[in-house]
C-alpha cells in the first residue's frame, strides 16, 4: 500500500539537486544584498550629521568626491540602499520560482499517484468512501501541500539566511545587545510551534466537516430531479444548511484561535522589540554604542520581524500540510481492485462467448450474502434470462459476470477460462453491461458514445439507426456535438437508454448484458428496438434481466433468482407453461 509522508516528500525534493542548489544560492545572494541595507541609512547619523568621521562617507569620497552638502551622501546612499532592496526583489523572485516549479512537479507526482490509486480502486471501497470525498481530498488538501511546498518552504529559506545574515550584522555592531536579542527570539519561536499544534486541530475539523458538505452538496445535486419529484428540498437542503452552519462554527473556532495564537506571538515578539529599545538606549548611555549605531540595531529589529513571523507562519503551514496529507493516505488507504495476470484471452479471435457461473457466493456486507452458491451456464451465442423479484440478486450477478465486483467464492469462467487467468480489464472490453439508468456526461452526444475514442461518424450513424435514434438526432440544430446536460438532463429517459445501447453497439462486445435495459420505452418502442437489435445480437452471448414478460420471451433460456439462489431454470417453452407459477417474479 503507497503511504505519502513528509520524509518521502523530501526525498522527493532531493532529486532536483540542480534546482536546490540554484535556489538556495540566490537565496544566499538576497540575504547578502538585503543584510546590509538597515545600517547604511543611520551610519549616516553618526557621520553626517554628529560629524564623526567614518568609513562610510570616506568610500563615497574615494568613488565620488568630497563634498561640503549632506544631501549629496544621503542622495547617494537612498540610491545603494533602494538598489540592494532592487536586487533583494529580484532574487527573491527568482528563488521562488525554482521552488515552484520543484513543488508544482512533487504535486503532480502526488496528484497522478492519487488518480492511478482511485482508477484502481476496488468499487465497493469507492462507494463506500464517497466520490464527492475523494474529489474533496484530491483538489483541497493537494493544494494545501503544494502551497506549503511552492511557497513556505521557499520563504523558510530566505527566511533563515535572513536571520543568519542580521544575526551576523548585529554581533558585529554590538555583540552583548545582539547576543540579547538572539537568545530571546528561539524562545519566540517555540512557545509558537506548540501553540501551532494544538491550533492545526481545528483547521483538521473544519476541512473534515467541509469534504462532508461538498459530498452531501454533489449527492443532492446529482438527485436534485429526484429530490425535487418527492417535494423533499427542506429535508436535504436543511441538512446541508446544518452542515453549513457546522462549518460556519469550525470555521470561527479555527479562525479565531488561529488569530490569537499568531497575534499572541506577535505580542511577544513587540513586548522584546520594546525591551530591546530600552536596552539599546541604555547601552548608548553606558557603552559606546553610538545614536546611529543604535538606530542601525532598530532598523535590524523591524528586518528581522519578517523573517522570524515566516519561520512561525511555515510551522502553521506545516501543520496544516500534514494533516491534509494524512487525509490523502485515507485515499491510498482504499483497497484496490485485485489484478489479475492476462495468461489466456477467450475472447481474442472469437465474435462470442460462453459464461459459467460455478458455486459463486457474494455479499457487500459479509453478515449480508446476496448471492449464495449460484451455479448456472449461459451457453455460447445463445440469450439467457434472469429472472426474479427485486432484491434477489440478479444485477449483482451481472456486475459479477462484467467483473465490477469478485466474488467471495466460486469462479466465473469464460469459456472455461477463470475469470482469474484472464484479468479484469480484458473482460469488460469484451462483455458490456447496458444499466437501466445509464450516466450521461455532462458533455456532447458524441463524447457520450464514444467516451472520446475516434470513431467513424458511420458507424455512429449506424448505432443510431439501430438504437431508434436518427430521428430524434435530425431534429436537432447541431447534431451529435448537441450538450445533453448534466447526467442527460435535456433527454427523455428513454433516450438516455437508447444512448446506452448505440454505446454499446460501438463497443462491439463479445457478451452483452441488458439489465431493465429498455424499462423507460413503451412495449411498441421495444419490440422496434429488439427487431433492429436482431443481426447485432446474433451469435452473441446475450444475457436479459427485465420484468416485462415481453422482453423476457425473447431468450431461448432461463434463470429465476430468488433470495439470492437459483429457484428454477429451464428452456423458455417449458417455463412459460408454468406462466402463473412465474407471474410474480416477472411483476413483483
Given at each position: 500500500?503507497?503511504?505519502?509522508?513528509?520524509?518521502?516528500?523530501?526525498?522527493?525534493?532531493?532529486?532536483?539537486?540542480?534546482?536546490?542548489?540554484?535556489?538556495?544560492?540566490?537565496?544566499?545572494?538576497?540575504?547578502?544584498?538585503?543584510?546590509?541595507?538597515?545600517?547604511?541609512?543611520?551610519?549616516?547619523?553618526?557621520?553626517?550629521?554628529?560629524?564623526?568621521?567614518?568609513?562610510?562617507?570616506?568610500?563615497?569620497?574615494?568613488?565620488?568626491?568630497?563634498?561640503?552638502?549632506?544631501?549629496?551622501?544621503?542622495?547617494?546612499?537612498?540610491?545603494?540602499?533602494?538598489?540592494?532592496?532592487?536586487?533583494?526583489?529580484?532574487?527573491?523572485?527568482?528563488?521562488?520560482?525554482?521552488?515552484?516549479?520543484?513543488?508544482?512537479?512533487?504535486?503532480?507526482?502526488?496528484?497522478?499517484?492519487?488518480?492511478?490509486?482511485?482508477?484502481?480502486?476496488?468499487?465497493r471501497e469507492f462507494e463506500n468512501f464517497g466520490g464527492g470525498k475523494i474529489a474533496s481530498l484530491a483538489v483541497v488538501d493537494v493544494n494545501t501541500i503544494d502551497t506549503f511546498l511552492s511557497s513556505s518552504i521557499s520563504k523558510l529559506v530566505i527566511s533563515l539566511f535572513m536571520i543568519i545574515g542580521v544575526s551576523v550584522v548585529?554581533?558585529?555592531?554590538?555583540?552583548?545587545?545582539?547576543?540579547?536579542?538572539?537568545?530571546?527570539?528561539?524562545?519566540?519561536?517555540?512557545?509558537?510551534?506548540?501553540?501551532?499544534?494544538?491550533?492545526?486541530?481545528?483547521?483538521?475539523?473544519?476541512?473534515?466537516?467541509?469534504?462532508?458538505?461538498?459530498?452531501?452538496?454533489?449527492?443532492?445535486?446529482?438527485?436534485?430531479?429526484?429530490?425535487?419529484?418527492?417535494?423533499?428540498?427542506?429535508?436535504?437542503?436543511?441538512?446541508?444548511?446544518?452542515?453549513?452552519?457546522?462549518?460556519?462554527?469550525?470555521?470561527?473556532?479555527?479562525?479565531?484561535?488561529?488569530?490569537?495564537?499568531?497575534?499572541?506571538?506577535?505580542?511577544?515578539?513587540?513586548?522584546?522589540?520594546?525591551?530591546?529599545?530600552?536596552?539599546?538606549?541604555?547601552?548608548?548611555?553606558?557603552?559606546?554604542?553610538?545614536?546611529?549605531?543604535?538606530?542601525?540595531?532598530?532598523?535590524?529589529?523591524?528586518?528581522?520581524?519578517?523573517?522570524?513571523?515566516?519561520?512561525?507562519?511555515?510551522?502553521?503551514?506545516?501543520?496544516?500540510?500534514?494533516?491534509?496529507?494524512?487525509?490523502?493516505?485515507?485515499?491510498?488507504?482504499?483497497?484496490?481492485?485485485?489484478?489479475?495476470?492476462?495468461?489466456?484471452?477467450?475472447?481474442?479471435?472469437?465474435?462470442?462467448?460462453?459464461?459459467?457461473?460455478?458455486?459463486?457466493?457474494?455479499?457487500?456486507?459479509?453478515?449480508?450474502?446476496?448471492?449464495?452458491?449460484?451455479?448456472?451456464?449461459?451457453?455460447?451465442?445463445?440469450?439467457?434470462?434472469?429472472?426474479?423479484?427485486?432484491?434477489?440478486?440478479?444485477?449483482?450477478?451481472?456486475?459479477?459476470?462484467?467483473?465490477?465486483?469478485?466474488?467471495?467464492?466460486?469462479?466465473?469462467?469464460?469459456?472455461?477460462?477463470?475469470?482469474?487467468?484472464?484479468?479484469?480489464?480484458?473482460?469488460?472490453?469484451?462483455?458490456?453491461?447496458?444499466?437501466?439508468?445509464?450516466?450521461?456526461?455532462?458533455?456532447?452526444?458524441?463524447?457520450?458514445?464514444?467516451?472520446?475514442?475516434?470513431?467513424?461518424?458511420?458507424?455512429?450513424?449506424?448505432?443510431?439507426?439501430?438504437?431508434?435514434?436518427?430521428?430524434?438526432?435530425?431534429?436537432?440544430?447541431?447534431?451529435?456535438?448537441?450538450?445533453?446536460?448534466?447526467?442527460?438532463?435535456?433527454?427523455?429517459?428513454?433516450?438516455?437508454?437508447?444512448?446506452?445501447?448505440?454505446?454499446?453497439?460501438?463497443?462491439?462486445?463479445?457478451?452483452?448484458?441488458?439489465?431493465?435495459?429498455?424499462?423507460?420505452?413503451?412495449?411498441?418502442?421495444?419490440?422496434?428496438?429488439?427487431?433492429?437489435?436482431?443481426?447485432?445480437?446474433?451469435?452473441?452471448?446475450?444475457?436479459?434481466?427485465?420484468?416485462?414478460?415481453?422482453?423476457?420471451?425473447?431468450?431461448?433460456?432461463?434463470?429465476?433468482?430468488?433470495?439470492?439462489?437459483?429457484?428454477?431454470?429451464?428452456?423458455?417453452?417449458?417455463?412459460?407453461?408454468?406462466?402463473?407459477?412465474?407471474?410474480?417474479?416477472?411483476?413483483?
Amino acid at each position: 500500500m503507497q503511504r505519502y509522508t513528509f520524509s518521502d516528500i523530501f526525498s522527493e525534493i532531493k532529486k532536483y539537486k540542480k534546482e536546490l542548489v540554484l535556489a538556495n544560492i540566490v537565496a544566499l545572494l538576497a540575504a547578502l544584498a538585503v543584510s546590509p541595507a538597515p545600517l547604511l541609512m543611520p551610519l549616516l547619523v553618526d557621520e553626517v550629521l554628529l560629524h564623526k568621521p567614518g568609513y562610510l562617507t570616506q568610500k563615497i569620497d574615494m568613488l565620488f568626491g568630497a563634498s561640503d552638502h549632506a544631501w549629496f551622501y544621503v542622495l547617494v546612499v537612498l540610491l545603494f540602499t533602494l538598489l540592494l532592496r532592487t536586487l533583494y526583489f529580484v532574487l527573491s523572485v527568482i528563488q521562488s520560482w525554482y521552488f515552484t516549479v520543484i513543488s508544482k512537479n512533487i504535486t503532480y507526482k502526488i496528484r497522478r499517484d492519487l488518480l492511478d490509486q482511485i482508477a484502481r480502486v476496488h468499487l465497493r471501497e469507492f462507494e463506500n468512501f464517497g466520490g464527492g470525498k475523494i474529489a474533496s481530498l484530491a483538489v483541497v488538501d493537494v493544494n494545501t501541500i503544494d502551497t506549503f511546498l511552492s511557497s513556505s518552504i521557499s520563504k523558510l529559506v530566505i527566511s533563515l539566511f535572513m536571520i543568519i545574515g542580521v544575526s551576523v550584522v548585529l554581533l558585529l555592531i554590538h555583540w552583548k545587545l545582539a547576543l540579547f536579542i538572539l537568545f530571546f527570539n528561539p524562545f519566540v519561536i517555540i512557545l509558537t510551534r506548540k501553540i501551532a499544534k494544538k491550533v492545526s486541530k481545528y483547521k483538521k475539523e473544519e476541512n473534515a466537516i467541509i469534504a462532508t458538505f461538498q459530498e452531501s452538496l454533489s449527492e443532492t445535486m446529482e438527485l436534485f430531479r429526484q429530490v425535487r419529484a418527492a417535494n423533499a428540498e427542506g429535508y436535504f437542503f436543511g441538512n446541508l444548511k446544518k452542515l453549513a452552519e457546522e462549518i460556519r462554527e469550525k470555521g470561527i473556532a479555527f479562525a479565531y484561535k488561529s488569530q490569537i495564537s499568531q497575534n499572541g506571538s506577535y505580542m511577544i515578539f513587540l513586548a522584546g522589540f520594546e525591551i530591546f529599545r530600552a536596552a539599546g538606549i541604555l547601552m548608548v548611555a553606558y557603552s559606546d554604542l553610538s545614536i546611529g549605531l543604535m538606530l542601525a540595531i532598530f532598523g535590524y529589529l523591524w528586518v528581522i520581524v519578517a523573517p522570524i513571523n515566516q519561520v512561525i507562519s511555515i510551522q502553521y503551514a506545516y501543520h496544516n500540510a500534514k494533516e491534509a496529507l494524512d487525509r490523502i493516505n485515507a485515499i491510498f488507504a482504499l483497497e484496490q481492485e485485485p489484478r489479475y495476470p492476462h495468461n489466456k484471452n477467450p475472447f481474442a479471435q472469437k465474435r462470442t462467448n460462453s459464461v459459467t457461473v460455478k458455486n459463486v457466493s457474494f455479499a457487500y456486507q459479509k453478515e449480508l450474502p446476496v448471492l449464495r452458491d449460484v451455479s448456472l451456464e449461459i451457453p455460447e451465442g445463445k440469450k439467457v434470462a434472469l429472472v426474479g423479484a427485486s432484491g434477489n440478486g440478479k444485477t449483482t450477478l451481472a456486475q459479477l459476470i462484467v467483473g465490477f465486483y469478485q466474488p467471495d467464492s466460486g469462479d466465473i469462467l469464460y469459456d472455461g477460462i477463470s475469470f482469474r487467468e484472464i484479468g479484469l480489464d480484458v473482460i469488460r472490453a469484451h462483455v458490456y453491461l447496458v444499466l437501466q439508468s445509464p450516466m450521461l456526461f455532462n458533455e456532447t452526444i458524441r463524447f457520450n458514445l464514444t467516451f472520446g475514442k475516434d470513431v467513424p461518424d458511420e458507424k455512429i450513424y449506424e448505432a443510431l439507426e439501430i438504437a431508434q435514434l436518427s430521428d430524434f438526432l435530425k431534429q436537432l440544430p447541431e447534431g451529435l456535438d448537441t450538450l445533453v446536460g448534466t447526467n442527460g438532463v435535456k433527454l427523455s429517459g428513454g433516450q438516455r437508454q437508447r444512448i446506452s445501447i448505440a454505446r454499446m453497439i460501438i463497443s462491439d462486445p463479445n457478451i452483452v448484458i441488458f439489465d431493465e435495459s429498455t424499462s423507460a420505452l413503451d412495449v411498441r418502442t421495444e419490440e422496434v428496438l429488439f427487431k433492429n437489435l436482431e443481426s447485432f445480437l446474433a451469435k452473441r452471448t446475450t444475457i436479459i434481466i427485465a420484468h416485462r414478460l415481453s422482453t423476457i420471451k425473447r431468450a431461448d433460456y432461463i434463470y429465476v433468482l430468488d433470495e439470492g439462489k437459483v429457484a428454477e431454470e429451464g428452456r423458455l417453452e417449458e417455463m412459460l407453461r408454468r406462466e402463473n407459477r412465474l407471474h410474480t417474479f416477472f411483476n413483483p
